[in-house]
């Protein structure tokens, strides 16, 4: 609901904006950072604790949550409608940067 009243987009037809995000989690005393380098997106989700990623598909725009394991990226809610973790891979760009999706925002997140 908070995102409806400062956040959205033409009343949500487009979603939010990632600015919304970001003043949401910093409100309650989290350490945000946010990147708009694709090169640089695989680092530094790497070093936070949780991550959202805004990107772009051929249908629209979508926001997904994900973390570094050690060893992969994990990934919730990744496609509309999908429930449980997803297998994202060790690179974020590789996946979700390329002709078909264009990551456009990344938003790390951590304790302060």
């Known amino acids: 609901s908070e995102y409806e009243l400062t956040g959205a987009v ?62 992969k990226f994990v990934g919730y809610n990744v496609y509309s409608g999908e429930t449980g973790p997803r297998n994202l891979g060790a690179s974020l760009t590789q996946r979700f940067h390329n002709k078909t999706n264009k990551i456009t925002v990344l938003i790390s997140i951590s304790p302060k």
């Open 10 to 71: 033409l009343y949500g037809v487009f979603g939010i904006q990632p600015y919304a995000v970001t003043h949401y989690f910093r409100f309650r005393g989290y350490k945000v950072e946010t990147t708009y380098n694709a090169t640089k997106m695989d680092s530094v989700a790497k070093k936070h604790t949780c991550n959202i990623i805004y990107y772009w598909h051929s249908s629209g725009a979508h926001y997904f949550a994900t973390y570094w394991d050690g060893k």
